[in-house]
């Protein structure tokens, strides 16, 4: 299943590639972040979870700027559901562009988790996923 989703994300961001090239240059940088971002839907719960773990996870040396970029792209959210006072029951929705959502998806896989968290860790995962299934349809379906 995670070969699948890489694959997902990754055909996702080539597809996106590939359609910018004969595109017009004033609206390259438009269209790229457009094609290049997914929206994923998960529980506000799910978000900080993810957020936290990525936390404790253990990395290498060379990984450390795409940490910190991944936890720089979700932090204006969890700031907002903790500003907000956003019920963790709640869904959210966050963009992420797809090479931050992979880099995401790989860190969190080298967490270690209990029982008790891995319905949060699966619905995360999933929302993930199934927000780079639509961005793909939605990007067929323009051609």
Request: proline share 4%; with cysteine.
């Amino acid at each position: 299943m995670n070969k699948f989703l890489v694959l997902i994300v990754l055909f996702v961001c080539s597809l996106g590639h590939l359609q910018l090239i004969g595109q017009q240059p004033q609206n390259l940088d438009a269209q790229k972040q457009q094609l290049a971002n997914i929206k994923p839907t998960v529980y506000a719960t799910d978000l900080v979870f993810a957020f936290q773990m990525l936390s404790t996870i253990e990395l290498k040396a060379t990984e450390v700027d795409a940490l910190l970029e991944v936890k720089t792209a979700l932090k204006p959210y969890i700031e907002k559901i903790q500003k907000d006072n956003i019920p963790l029951a709640n869904p959210v929705i966050f963009e992420i562009s797809s090479p931050l959502a992979y880099n995401l998806l790989q860190f969190l896989e080298r967490g270690r988790l209990t029982g008790a968290d891995a319905e949060k860790y699966k619905r995360f995962k999933d929302g993930i996923t199934e927000a780079a299934k639509k961005a793909q349809e939605e990007l067929l379906n323009k051609k």
